[in-house]
């Protein structure tokens, strides 16, 4: 993966590039859990990551694929149509039929936003083993995913970061920043304002550093 632009945003620069470096969803990324044993053995399964915003599911995905070294085609249900995942076929396609015969995942984020025609277009591709399916979403699939779809997929419940998961992140933040160390408080509060969410934390504590870093310039 392309080294990130120093002056890129904080979570970007924190995103983890490996799978030892994701902070939380130690049920799922344990030793023997589901998706440590999928990239440890290449084997993977279609799946729908569950869970809020800001915990990770694209850059799990993005790592799956990097461990089995994938073509990985990202579609938005917010902006694809039936057209954009045709092409994300003829492209998977087009990958099998290449010289390294390239497997491929595609990813879908905010897979409850596709309709039912939408999602059952993926349906004899995914049976076929075109490519593996993962897709995302914040809202409980058993009411927003096609039943067709589901029963094909292994629904994975990624949960919000707790505080030690939250105390982890900063401490990486400040490491990055070389920023002065934070008070009991100030942790407290940008946790707390943080809720769970990876993006959140690290884009409150740069606007809370950044203008001190600038001004000791």
């Avoid at 799990?60 to 461990?67: D, T, W």
């Amino acid at each position: 993966e392309p080294d990130v632009p120093e002056d890129a945003p904080l979570a970007e620069r924190l995103r983890p590039r490996t799978l030892d470096e994701v902070i939380g969803q130690a049920h799922l990324l344990g030793p023997g859990k589901p998706l440590r044993v999928a990239f440890e053995t290449g084997r993977l399964h279609a799946m729908i990551l569950w869970g809020p915003p800001g915990v990770g599911k694209t850059t799990l995905a993005r790592l799956v694929a990097g461990a089995v070294s994938s073509r990985f085609i990202v579609l938005s249900a917010v902006l694809a149509g039936v057209k954009d995942i045709r092409d994300a076929v003829e492209r998977a396609k087009a990958s099998r039929r290449g010289r390294t015969g390239r497997a491929t995942i595609v990813f879908v984020d905010e897979v409850h936003r596709f309709n039912k025609a939408q999602q059952d277009a993926f349906l004899p591709h995914v049976e076929s083993g075109l490519f593996t399916f993962i897709g995302a979403t914040t809202e409980n699939p058993s009411f927003e995913v096609t039943s067709a779809l589901l029963s094909r997929a292994t629904v994975h419940v990624l949960k919000s970061l707790d505080a030690t998961d939250l105390v982890e992140m900063l401490a990486r933040a400040r490491q990055l920043l070389s920023a002065p160390a934070l008070s009991d408080a100030a942790r407290a509060r940008l946790a707390a304002y943080a809720d769970g969410d990876a993006r959140r934390l690290p884009n409150a504590y740069e606007n809370l550093v950044q203008p001190a870093a600038d001004a000791a310039k």
